[in-house]
């Protein structure tokens, strides 16, 4: 089946300090792929939809200054974290859905901001 | 109200039982549904689909209710492999293509 890969898997990082996190589609082209992020015992959240080739649309609370999302391929999405506070630490997972039903999540970023 | 609503459990249960997990959504207008399962730490994967008229893969079987706007998830002969966490997703199709994850029911099985 599609895979998508997502990395790093975990990160620790200073306040104030930006965190970039990749998405790719291994074998299948993701004109669409969308952020989630989970904070511990709750459900996994839209971020964002990354599309590919124009701006990504942001869900209502989601600063988009703080997390730039840049999809600038039909196979890479990259989601950065800026001047990250420790109330950004989280769980963040990358997904694309190909024509079919089913979406492929990417192996989740654990953040840690210290 | 949530978008999709699920007993956060946990469900502590032995080795073989059956099991049944529920759960509601709020968009009338939602189109797929999933089980999904998460283990501790991991990246949700799917499950199953469920369709309107029921469907069963192996000791699973999951069903829809669209005028109650409910589904459910039965395990039957529970393993310990089971345990994990089971998300209820919907995808409204309003275009984004973007699921929706009810906050998910942990399961634990016990030998």
């Known amino acids: 089946g599609a895979v998508v890969s997502q990395h790093p898997s975990r990160v620790i990082c200073k306040s104030g300090t930006s965190v970039k996190i990749e998405c790719r589609s291994l074998?299948?082209?993701?004109?669409?792929m969308f952020w989630y992020r989970q904070f511990p015992k709750q459900s996994l959240m839209l971020m964002a939809t990354?599309?590919?080739?124009?701006?990504?649309?942001?869900e209502q609370g989601v600063e988009k200054d703080k997390f730039l999302i840049n999809h600038a391929s039909l196979t890479l999405s990259t989601l950065t974290v800026t001047s990250a506070h420790p109330e950004d630490s989280s769980f963040y997972i990358c997904?694309?859905?190909?024509?079919?039903?089913?979406?492929?999540f990417g192996q989740g970023t654990r953040l840690t901001v210290v | 109200r949530k978008e999709v609503e699920q007993d956060p459990g946990p469900f502590n249960v032995p080795e073989g039982a059956t099991v049944a997990f529920n759960c509601t959504y709020s968009n009338s207008a939602s189109q797929s549904f999933f089980w999904y399962r998460q283990d501790c730490r991991k990246e949700p994967k799917l499950l199953m689909s469920v369709y309107s008229s029921g469907n069963e893969d192996g000791r699973f079987t999951a069903q829809l209710n669209r005028a109650s706007q409910y589904i459910s998830l039965l395990i039957r002969d529970s393993k310990l492999s089971d345990s994990a966490t089971y998300l209820c997703v919907v995808n409204a199709h309003t275009g984004r293509r973007a699921l929706t994850f009810g906050s998910g029911t942990r399961l634990q099985v016990q030998p």
């Open positions: 074998d299948f082209q993701a004109t669409t």
């Open positions: 990354s599309n590919e080739g124009s701006k990504a649309t942001y």
């Open positions: 997904s694309a859905r190909t024509d079919e039903y089913e979406a492929f």
